[in-house]
């Protein structure tokens, strides 16, 4: 507890000591053509920002040639017109950003009783990260990232409900029809690039908790996903690795394309959502990536992931994905249109393997904003809590989940946005498991949304 208090205590300090975020519209889409104009030739010096007679590093995290908007979770990329919500500041030769994200908020899961499987309560999911980065001579950049999450305190440590949901435990039973909270310490990393020159780079990034390179960006900070409190059912099929209590990952860029592969622990978190997991460093995955122009970014992964699960440690993973993000800034400070469609597969044996899909959007108009996010995945009669008996061995289940949501800004008081929402789902299973869930259920929320401010670098 000493380690959260002093951790609390210097986040406190940065937040109290924040500028309020500058705001000039025309720089950021600026920066980005001029990216893409010069084939992303040394960004750092059209991303820079004035202070005092210093001009501050504001390039990517892991490179010094890469505008600061690419930035995703882990190692990953977004694309370049991606919005970025935060404060910055500065402190000598670093360069420090804040986000975070908090959900107040009432859930119902399955409004109209059509099945037995649903639940309601008021909760408030939450994550808040802070990162720093600096140069380091003429061609080093150094950065490190810590990020947590109350989901323990403000969740419980049986999560909140979402039907269909699978993954982790409780109090020795698996979690279902329910989302795990994340833990406390979601991610403390190190990351270090070396320019080769303009056009490539060589980085090394280690974690404990951190990311490996797997799947797309992680749901919670995909900008198509921002405005939604859930999490995505394919969760862990395609990016439940966002947490790892150890990881370490080599990777190479050349122009915008990135090669890079990881050692980690399998094993997700376990129930103690405050303590440190035992790294085993017993997998392996490897993900390429390629950014063809300033709206776009792909990526397709693969990985061995051994023993993921805790109530069944036998089994072991190989899990690929592939997702295409985009992004467009339509004009202002804050309008954007974000997207996502990604795919990820498990693969444990010749009886077990199931595919999930997902496509989700984000229209941002300023203060106001449309959502929406489709899924199509399988899962086991064992994932969903059915004894052997109910089905056969190895009976498969397709599920369908529509989510549409809106939210319009209520006030801003200095860089911290309040925007009032709601959202509403319905899920469609398989016809054998409409005795149990009813044929379409229903689920609606609202909620009090609290968030940064969008981050328009100054020129």
């Avoid at 002093?6 to 705001?23: G, K, R, V, Y």
């Avoid at 053509?33 to 820079?48: I, N, R």
């Avoid at 199931?354 to 106001?368: G, K």
Wanted: proline share 5%; net charge negative; charged share 15%.
């Amino acid at each position: 507890m000493k380690t959260l208090k002093n951790l609390l205590c210097c986040l406190a300090t940065a937040a109290l000591s924040l500028p309020a975020t500058a705001q000039h519209e025309g720089h950021q889409q600026q920066a980005q053509d001029t990216t893409h104009q010069m084939g992303h030739q040394d960004h750092s010096q059209h991303m820079g920002m004035q202070h005092g007679d210093m001009q501050m590093p504001m390039s990517h995290a892991f490179s010094r040639n890469l505008p600061m908007n690419r930035n995703a979770s882990g190692t990953g990329w977004l694309p370049d017109e991606s919005p970025m919500y935060g404060n910055m500041y500065h402190r000598g030769d670093w360069m420090f950003m804040l986000h975070y994200n908090l959900f107040l908020r009432y859930n119902n899961q399955d409004v109209f009783e059509a099945g037995n499987r649903g639940d309601s309560q008021f909760d408030a999911p939450n994550w808040l990260m802070l990162m720093g980065q600096r140069f380091v001579g003429d061609r080093g950049l150094f950065r490190v990232s810590g990020m947590i999450s109350l989901d323990p305190l403000t969740v419980g440590g049986n999560g909140y409900p979402l039907l269909f949901q699978t993954g982790e435990t409780f109090e020795g039973s698996p979690l279902i029809d329910r989302q795990h909270p994340h833990d406390l310490f979601s991610e403390l990393s190190v990351g270090y690039t070396h320019m080769l020159s303009e056009e490539a780079d060589v980085f090394v990034y280690l974690g404990y908790p951190g990311e490996p390179a797997l799947s797309n960006v992680a749901f919670m900070h995909r900008p198509s996903a921002l405005n939604n409190p859930d999490s995505p059912l394919g969760h862990h099929w395609q990016d439940a690795t966002h947490i790892t209590f150890g990881v370490a990952t080599l990777g190479v860029r050349y122009r915008n394309f990135k090669l890079e592969g990881s050692s980690f622990t399998g094993r997700e978190p376990d129930e103690e959502r405050y303590d440190f997991d035992k790294p085993r460093f017993d997998s392996r995955a490897v993900r390429l990536t390629y950014n063809p122009g300033p709206s776009w970014s792909l990526q397709a992964s693969t990985a061995y992931v051994k023993s993921p699960e805790v109530a069944e440690p036998e089994e072991d993973v190989y899990r690929s994905t592939a997702s295409v993000l985009y992004g467009k800034q339509l004009g202002g400070s804050n309008r954007f249109l974000t997207a996502t469609l990604n795919w990820g597969y498990n693969y444990v044996d010749a009886h077990h393997k199931e595919h999930s899909v997902l496509l989700e959007s984000n229209l941002q108009h300023d203060r106001f904003a449309v959502y929406g996010r489709y899924e199509w995945l399988q899962k086991s009669a064992a994932e969903l809590g059915f004894e052997e008996g109910t089905f056969g061995h190895d009976a498969l289940f397709g599920i369908q989940a529509l989510t549409v949501g809106v939210n319009r800004q209520l006030a801003q008081l200095g860089t911290v946005n309040l925007h009032l929402g709601a959202q509403a789902s319905v899920f469609r299973g398989s016809s054998n498991l409409h005795p149990y869930y009813g044929e379409l259920p229903v689920s609606a929320q609202v909620y009090l949304r609290v968030f940064p401010t969008i981050m328009v670098p100054r020129q």
